[in-house]
């Protein structure tokens, strides 16, 4: 009896030290695992603010009128401001009297018979109609054509990684806004995005390539990181903003240097990847997020040498399945420095054919002067 009563009281005291040091245990900050990492007020409120950063955003690409410019009749025209020169010119019969005019600070001109006409937030176009009008208390029927000579209102700041290129204005800098503006568009017209790492013009300096997928953006005060890769390559216009009076862009530098590959078509997540974390085909894939569902994963391509000789690539072919399904590791081909590795929608036929439809994307990465030249008043570049 005496030995049961014993093992009872043992028992007990067993339970009575657990609960004790489980309730010590519930009442040290941080011990359960419930309050390990942010509240879920916090998670969230990150959420929901990520939401609205990312609606803001989209709005942003979605326009029709800024300061920049407004929609009349359908097609986006310049809105005069101060600082401007503008052209006008009044015609009587073949001649021509052409007059050239700074707009005011006060967003006024002077002309002809008229002092102080207000011109800043109006197009051109609806200047010329004010002038008109005005002019008739005078003229019969009178002829005026008024046009921007300098656009000097309205600019934006571009920094970091940008294209020095030999000709036309280029780089970093004070970009004027003359027209409806996309950001890409004025990246692309101002030498494009560097993509490869080169020697800068100081001895041992290494030029490093630019982030395309945490682009930096201000307006107005607030950041926003845009993804210039779905812009540029799945035709995602919501992150090809249009831009505003004193918006500020960065495209940052790639945290590392390094050989790099380039992984495009239906991947999850396009863009310029290191050579050592994607040795081979598997490995890219792998660091491009794997392939959509809409992939053909026989027919991948492999561009090699178009940064050397682009009348003469070399184009080898790759089929995954071959390497998931049946370990056929001869497909899963090493990668070289300036490898671009596209994997496709459809099945590729005709190779010159293919070849043709990717010179655009070779020249944006590799010679982004020519690409500028030829391909930059496109909305956006997508490989068929």
């Known amino acids: ?171 970093p800098g004070k970009y004027p806004l003359k027209e409806k503006t996309r950001i890409l568009d004025l990246i692309i017209m101002a030498g494009g995005p560097i993509l490869t790492a080169s020697q800068g013009s100081v001895v041992g300096q290494v030029i490093g390539s630019a982030d395309l997928r945490h682009v930096e953006f201000v307006r107005k005060g607030a950041k926003y990181t845009l993804n210039l890769y779905r812009a540029m390559f799945k035709g995602d216009m919501s992150q090809n903003i249009v831009l505003d009076d004193g918006d500020i862009i960065t495209l940052p530098e790639l945290p590392t240097f390094g050989e790099r590959i380039y992984v495009f078509g239906e991947v999850n997540d396009q863009g310029l990847y290191r050579l050592k974390d994607s040795p081979d085909l598997l490995a890219a894939i792998s660091q491009a997020g794997g392939t959509t569902t809409v992939a053909v994963d026989s027919d991948i391509k492999i561009i090699r040498g178009y940064g050397e000789k682009p009348e003469k690539p070399i184009i080898l072919s790759a089929n995954l399945d071959q390497i998931l399904k049946k370990g056929d590791l001869a497909q899963n081909i090493s990668l070289k420095d300036g490898d671009v590795v596209y994997v496709p929608r459809t099945a590729i036929g005709d190779i010159n054919q293919f070849i043709a439809n990717t010179v655009p994307l070779l020249d944006y990465l590799f010679y982004p002067g020519r690409y500028r030249d030829k391909y930059w008043q496109t909305q956006r570049l997508r490989i068929k």
Not at 5 to 33: E, Q, T, Y
Not at 38 to 51: L, T
Not at 155 to 165: D, K, T
């Open 1 to 171: 009896m005496v030995s049961k009563m014993r093992d009872i009281f043992l028992v007990l005291s067993m339970g009575m030290f657990i609960l004790f040091f489980s309730a010590c245990a519930s009442m040290v900050k941080g011990i359960p695992v419930k309050e390990f990492g942010p509240p879920r007020a916090a998670i969230d409120e990150d959420e929901r603010r990520q939401k609205e950063i990312a609606e803001e955003i989209i709005k942003m690409s979605q326009v029709r009128e800024n300061s920049v410019f407004t929609e009349k009749r359908g097609v986006p025209e310049y809105k005069i401001g101060p600082g401007d020169v503008l052209t006008i010119t009044f015609w009587d019969g073949p001649k021509s009297t052409p007059f050239t005019t700074t707009v005011r600070p006060d967003g006024k001109i002077s002309y002809s018979y008229f002092d102080d006409i207000p011109v800043a937030g109006h197009t051109a176009y609806e200047v010329d109609e004010i002038l008109t009008d005005a002019m008739k208390k005078y003229i019969r029927k009178p002829r005026i054509d008024v046009v921007v000579k300098e656009f000097k209102s309205k600019s934006v700041l571009l920094s970091g990684q940008i294209n020095q290129l030999q000709t036309g204005i280029s780089g």
